[in-house]
Nanobody, 128 residues
Framework: QVQLVESGGGLVQPGASLRLSCAAS????????IGWFRQAPGKEREAISC????????YYADSVKGRFTISRDNAKNTGYLQMNSLKPEDTAVYYC?????????????????????WGQGTQVTIAS
């Protein structure tokens, strides 16, 4: 069974850090690019970061550039999103996804159609 499972979300104060994990099962994640999206209440799902499967090229949305870092550990079949200096506007449900044909670079924000496997999401809440 193909599955992606996110973990690591929670409630933290502004300025804190969280690391989200995205564990894949039923398929080899190293054959796929990994994307992270988020969706706040009343807003559309937006791409915030992705990392290519081969050379580690990555994309970051301007809203998270310099604060978030995407990575992957192919031996563990897992992707990560390190989030530092969190702000209240980062509050959202965070989703990881995998796309076989997607190449990530600084100029292209992936769309949801680029990724075929999705996790169920993890809530991240930033509040004092």
């Amino acid at each position: 069974q193909v599955q992606l499972v996110e973990s690591g979300g929670g409630l933290v104060q502004p300025g804190a850090s969280l690391r989200l994990s995205c564990a894949a099962s039923g398929f080899r994640l190293d054959y796929y690019a990994i994307g992270w999206f988020r969706q706040a209440p009343g807003k559309e799902r937006e791409a915030i970061s992705c990392i290519s499967r081969v050379d580690g090229a990555s994309y970051y949305a301007d809203s998270v550039k310099g604060r978030f870092t995407i990575s992957r550990d192919n031996a563990k079949n897992t992707g990560y999103l390190q989030m530092n200096s969190l702000k209240p506007e980062d509050t959202a449900v965070y989703y990881c996804a995998a796309g076989e044909a997607l190449y990530c670079d600084g100029d292209y924000a992936p769309s949801t159609a680029d990724l075929g496997h999705w996790g169920q999401g993890t809530q991240v809440t930033i509040a004092s």
